[in-house]
């Protein structure tokens, strides 16, 4: 079906609630937000959990990620994928109250690939710029005693394997997007861009509004 202008399919068991909520997230995508979709002919899936839209693929987005086949239905919250060419929203692992952030942080992935979308070897562009790896790797070393003794999961994936003298492009690409949350007001269930990423976000913001400026 069409909604907010954008193909919107969902497969999901999500009860009139999750529903209700989640059409109102797309409802409220900004008029250009809505044209960047478009212009890669990307559909937004609603699915119950990641197994019902993809397998493991090399060609997938998430193979920047460092990957546990066995636990992707339990923590996969969202996916964006040119495999499929959707944004996709997983309505057993995402709460109602995170389900903007979840959007915004999959849309964020699309701008940061934009340019390469669909190509055989998939890579970002705009969170491997060289202000935003600074801007990341000064708020890791900054708080890295914290950083290194923090269990909280949401933490871990804004990481990954990133250290001072390491910074993984896993690591890069999903703060980036978590960034683009923030900007637009989507707040996650962790603070940790305001705890952990204070000069990233303000570089992210940057990056997004210099990219989001050539489209109409």
Avoid at 55 to 61: E, L, M, R, T
Avoid at 63 to 87: E, F, M, W
Wanted: proline share 2%; aromatic share 10%.
């Amino acid at each position: 079906m069409k909604m907010n202008n954008l193909i919107i399919e969902n497969i999901s068991n999500a009860n009139n609630e999750f529903l209700k909520a989640f059409y109102y997230e797309i409802n409220e995508l900004d008029k250009k937000i809505v044209n960047i979709i478009n212009s890669k002919n990307v559909k937004i899936i609603l699915a119950d959990k990641l197994s019902d839209i993809l397998p493991p693929s090399k060609n997938d987005i998430e193979k920047t990620q460092d990957y546990h086949p066995v636990n992707r239905d339990i923590t996969t919250r969202g996916l964006c994928s040119d495999t499929i060419n959707a944004i996709c929203i997983f309505s057993n692992t995402t709460s109602i109250q995170n389900l903007g952030a979840i959007l915004y942080h999959e849309i964020g992935h699309l701008l940061d690939f934009y340019n390469n979308w669909g190509k055989e070897d998939t890579m970002p562009e705009l969170s491997i710029k060289k202000e935003f790896i600074k801007a990341y790797k000064k708020d890791i070393t900054k708080h890295w005693d914290k950083i290194k003794n923090d269990n909280q999961f949401r933490l871990k994936h804004y990481i990954q394997s990133s250290t001072p003298n390491n910074i993984s492009q896993a690591g890069l690409v999903e703060t980036f997007a978590f960034c683009f949350a923030e900007i637009n007001n989507k707040q996650d269930d962790v603070d940790i861009l305001g705890e952990y990423f204070e000069n990233t976000l303000i570089v992210a913001k940057d990056i997004y509004d210099e990219f989001l400026s050539k489209f109409k």
